[in-house]
């Protein structure tokens, strides 16, 4: 008889996520149990209840998602649910704590569609907060050399060598982007802008924008009125604005959940899976096959 596919969605805020629920429904998961308020200290019981109810041969059909709103206890949760696991005794788990690894991978792929990044020159803007960390490292991995946008310099220089120091070779340039004259010297000649600012914040006028003659691909993140970039539809996908090719959030949001179903679908595959955020930009891609 084939198992049920049980998804164990571990949470850590004080209401576990509908919408990674649904999601998980959405994917084909058969079980879901949810658990709210999960902190590192408390991950144990519950992945020991996985880990030990299926034997070997079917541990494939149990799998744990961590979500919730706030990536670094995501982070955590990650770190101490996989130092439960010995041996083949383990499931496999996925990590998209407030969508930050869906929607960098599908904004990188956004822009891997039209520029060959390995050298292309890349800047996010607002790349502090964790949707635009994973898509400069994703975005270095690939060879592009990424300008790290952000109001703070020295926070631009703590990404730039967070990253150095897991990526070997990353070309990375931290950017301090306070005023416009500063965000447009970091943008003025890149190919591709990959805008990750908070939500209703412009980090770059429609002016501006247009003054960057070697703009091949601007996508915004920011969902919420004033546009990320100015002029940009938060509708667009692979919409030509000028001669640009352009991503709003909802149209890069379509590619983020088609990620994040093919990921928790992935999960089923085998019992030893990791998914962070190169794992699912790697499924995002096969996608694109
Ligand atoms: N389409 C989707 O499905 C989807 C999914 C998840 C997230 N998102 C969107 O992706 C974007 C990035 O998400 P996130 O969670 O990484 O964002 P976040 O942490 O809220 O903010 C990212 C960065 O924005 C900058 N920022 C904050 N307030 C600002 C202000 N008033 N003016 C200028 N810059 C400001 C900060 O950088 P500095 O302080 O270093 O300048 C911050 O680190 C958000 O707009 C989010 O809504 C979209």
């Known amino acids: 008889m084939s198992k049920a ?38 991950v144990r019981e519950l992945v020991h209840g996985a880990m030990f109810t299926r034997g070997p041969k079917h541990l494939h059909h149990t799998a744990i998602f961590i979500g919730g709103s706030n990536v670094a206890a995501g982070e955590a949760l990650l770190e101490a649910v996989v130092a439960c696991f010995f041996g083949p005794m383990r499931v496999s788990v996925m990590m998209d704590a407030s969508g930050a690894n869906t929607t960098a991978a599908a904004a990188v792929l956004a822009a891997a569609r039209h520029v060959d990044l390995s050298g292309a020159k890349v800047t996010v803007l607002a790349a502090t907060g964790p949707v635009g960390r994973r898509a ?25 060598e967070a990253i150095s120091a897991q990526l070997e070779g990353a070309r990375l340039t931290a950017c301090e982007t306070s005023t416009p004259e500063q965000t447009f010297a970091a943008v003025e000649d890149a190919e591709v802008i990959i805008a990750a600012g908070a939500a209703g914040v412009e980090l ?17 993140l920011n969902a919420v009125p004033p546009a990320g970039l100015g002029g940009v539809a938060v509708t667009a996908a692979a919409l030509d604005q000028g001669g640009v090719i352009c991503y709003g959030a909802i149209g890069v949001g379509g590619d983020k959940m088609k990620i994040h179903k093919a990921a928790i679908r992935r999960l089923y595959e085998s019992n030893d899976q990791v998914l962070d955020a190169e794992q699912i930009f790697q499924i995002g891609r096969d996608l694109e096959k």
Do not use: N
């Not at 400069?136 to 730039?160: F, K, P, T, Y």
């Open 5 to 42: 596919k049980i998804l164990i969605q571990l949470d850590g805020d004080a209401q576990a996520s509908v919408f990674d629920a649904v999601v998980a429904v959405d994917s084909g998961v058969d079980q879901l149990l949810r658990h709210d308020g999960v902190t590192p200290e408390g």
């Open 136 to 160: 400069a490292r994703l975005l270095a991995r690939e060879g592009a050399e990424v300008r790290i946008g952000s109001r703070s310099g020295e926070r631009a220089g703590q990404v730039s």
């Open 204 to 220: 770059l006028s429609e002016q501006d924008r247009q003054r960057c003659k070697s703009l091949r691909v601007a996508i915004d």
